[in-house]
């Protein structure tokens, strides 16, 4: 009776089970790794480098084909789809990437970067197209004049409101944002966020933001999701995870990036990264090397989702997280 | 009386070309003391690393025009120095750590062989003091299994250990000086805090100064103890890291500051941005360069440009400050 309500209408993308490995030399890159977005919600997708987070956003839009998984965008399987409808889901998805300088052809101009999607997509009529265009450079704060130029003529925040504006004229549902403001200096960054929360309340878009910036995700996200080595660790309203963040990752993360000075030197000494290897898939948990609250089980077993209640669950949301800690069974106290 | 470790006095750096004249720099000094950290703080665009590069003397000679009364190392004037007599300095006396160490960096070379080549450059001659002085600066930096670094090209290194690496080949001559710029920029926020801890490690140990470029104030305030503001070539604001975080005085520090996302249990209602855009330097407005985007602006902000007002080491160049 505690189950999470059913909802009557499939979330706009939901993602199952999906996981993703590299041969030679052999990594598990993505891990089981399970998620949905509703409608209009923005999901902040954070880690550190080598985590997972942009293979995700990668085999969302099938650039990558994932070994097993579901990827369900409004209940049906992006990846059991044929070219031609893979083609129009694709219109109501689109990315943005970190580097705007390298997103943007720099041989064609902003009149032809803004057209490609509509005549790709086949998209209205000439004259429709063009009021299109128009209108999305209003929308993301560019006038009509900026057309005929090339993209190094822009400083990079304009930059990145054009490759804004090309993700925005198919009219997509969900916009993926992989560190789109990670390259772009701090009152740059928050211009480009001002933008992002125009088109979250003004236009009803969802965003997957993939970001390593705590501070950025607590602007602009709804819900949190923390990923370590290929998995999922924790998953949360972005309120709980601000305010009680239960993985032990999660709260190393967010120490991370208080801006309180001052540096404690550590002792420990840096070794290379290999990244994960299917040697290292033993099932334990995957922060149990690193984890400051390590207790023995950790090292033997692989932890499961374990949902943390709340006294106003309904309020409160579902918060889940991969931890040994929070297992009711090993764990009385909590 | 010590001489400060680095001291820059009125350097102004002017480009002129089929553009147009810009100036890129104009008249910036400040000098920063052994062991000390500052911080140099600005948007893209205002002249941050054209500063470094100027310091460094790592600009085209054709069409850039620098000037200055002195950059001293140590009480010596480099500005003065021929090319030739600059290579003996740079890397012995003052050090770079560039923001890309994956540009930085040959790909042809072992990180081994390119942090060698640095020490061998200032001390000839002895092959086993060479190697032994590599891996210390490996070891320095907290690097673990040195002679597997030392054997890696930079691409088999992940970004993190690139930069420190680059960290190394700078500190492998143990420098009076070192400039940083943008070293944690594209770096996510375990690997900066690693990468931080290394720099201050360092200072500390060596008494190193370091000037600090970036436009992370979050950065700077991890590592600095005192921080400039630039923008458009001028310093605005100079002051201790503490004073800028709790009472920012030229409106421009203040912006940058409200521009940081605060991580707090409650969401923020909205998101603050300075409005406008950096002026391009071929279209610098009259008076103080901010007035354009400042809201405290008045007709005095568009006529005359305001001067640099000391007070207890503390700086601004505002005709309103906060």
Redesign the interface.
């Known amino acids: 009776m505690n189950s999470p309500m059913q909802q009557p209408s499939p979330p706009l993308l939901e993602i199952r089970d999906l996981s993703l490995r590299f041969q030679k030399p052999e990594r598990l890159i993505i891990d089981r790794v399970s998620f949905s977005i509703e409608a209009g919600s923005t999901l902040g997708v954070v880690g550190a480098s080598g985590a997972g987070k942009s293979s995700i956003a990668r085999t969302i839009m099938r650039l990558i084909e994932p070994d097993e998984g579901k990827v369900l965008f409004k209940g049906e399987d992006i990846l059991q789809m044929d070219p031609r409808q893979l083609m129009a889901t694709r219109q109501r998805i689109q990315l943005v990437f970190q580097e705007p300088s390298a997103s943007l052809s720099p041989r064609r101009s902003i009149q032809q970067i803004l057209l490609e999607p509509l005549q790709h997509f086949s998209i209205g009529n000439a004259e429709q197209r063009q009021e299109k265009i128009l209108q999305t450079l209003q929308t993301v704060g560019l006038d009509g004049d900026v057309l005929r130029r090339y993209p190094h003529q822009f400083s990079s925040g304009q930059q990145q409101r054009i490759a804004i504006a090309r993700a925005l004229v198919t009219d997509p549902e969900l916009l993926i944002a992989d560190e789109a403001v990670a390259s772009l200096d701090v009152s740059i960054q928050a211009q480009i966020l001002q933008l992002i929360q125009t088109l979250q309340k003004d236009h009803g878009i969802a965003f997957l933001f993939i970001s390593h910036d705590l501070g950025v995700i607590r602007q602009i996200a709804d819900d949190i999701a923390v990923t370590y080595r290929g998995q999922l660790v924790e998953q949360s309203s972005a309120d709980q995870f601000f305010s009680a963040a239960a993985h032990p990752y999660s709260k190393a993360l967010l120490s991370f990036a208080s801006h309180k000075p001052p540096l404690q030197p550590k002792g420990n000494r840096l070794r290379l990264g290999r990244g994960r290897t299917e040697s290292d898939k033993a099932p334990v948990c995957v922060f149990a090397r690193h984890c400051p609250e390590k207790v023995p089980v950790c090292e033997q077993v692989e932890p499961a989702d374990h949902v943390i209640r709340y006294r106003n669950q309904h309020k409160a949301g579902r918060h889940c997280v991969k931890c040994h800690l929070y297992n009711k069974v090993n764990n009385h106290d909590f | 009386m010590k001489c400060p470790a680095l001291s820059v006095k009125n350097l102004s750096i002017r480009f002129d070309d089929s553009s147009g004249r810009r100036q890129v720099v104009d008249r910036v000094s400040f000098s920063i003391n052994a062991g000390e950290a500052t911080g140099l703080v600005g948007?893209?665009?205002c002249g941050k690393t054209m500063l470094s590069l100027a310091i460094f003397g790592l600009l085209p000679s054709t069409g850039v025009y620098v000037e200055s009364d002195g950059i001293e190392i140590n009480g010596h004037d480099i500005s003065t120095l021929s090319a030739k007599q600059k290579r003996a300095v740079l890397g012995r006396d003052i050090a770079m750590i560039f923001q890309q160490p994956g540009t930085a960096l040959d790909p042809v070379f072992t990180i081994g062989q390119q942090i060698s080549a640095v020490y061998r450059r200032h001390n000839p001659g002895d092959k086993t003091k060479t190697r032994q002085a590599m891996l210390d600066a490996l070891e320095d930096v907290?690097?673990?299994?040195l002679e597997?670094?030392a054997a890696?090209y930079p691409h088999q290194?992940?970004?993190g250990?690139r930069q420190?690496a680059m960290i190394a080949m700078a500190t492998v001559c143990k420098p009076a000086v070192i400039i940083a710029d943008e070293p944690t920029?594209?770096?996510?926020?375990?690997?900066?805090?690693?990468i931080?801890?290394?720099l201050?490690?360092l200072r500390t140990k060596y008494q190193t100064a370091i000037l600090l470029i970036s436009?992370?104030?979050?950065v700077v305030?991890?590592?600095c103890s005192d921080v400039m503001v630039m923008y458009c070539g001028r310093l605005l604001e100079k002051t201790d890291?503490q004073s800028l975080f709790t009472r920012a005085r030229h409106p421009y520090s203040a912006?940058?500051l409200s521009?940081?996302?605060?991580?707090?249990?409650?969401?923020?209602d909205?998101?603050?941005?300075?409005p406008g855009?950096?002026p391009a330097a071929t279209d610098l407005p009259r008076g103080c360069h901010f007035a354009p985007r400042c809201n405290r602006a008045e007709s005095a902000c568009r006529q005359s440009v305001p001067d640099f007002h000391y007070e207890n080491g503390k700086g601004v160049a505002c005709f309103r400050p906060l």
């Open positions: 948007e893209s665009g907290g690097f673990g299994e597997e670094i890696s290194l992940s970004g250990m420190l920029t594209a770096l996510d926020s375990s690997t900066r805090l690693m931080l801890q290394q201050e490690r436009h992370d104030l979050t305030r991890q590592s890291c912006g940058l521009c940081i996302p605060q991580i707090g249990n409650s969401r923020p909205g998101i603050n941005a300075i855009q950096v």
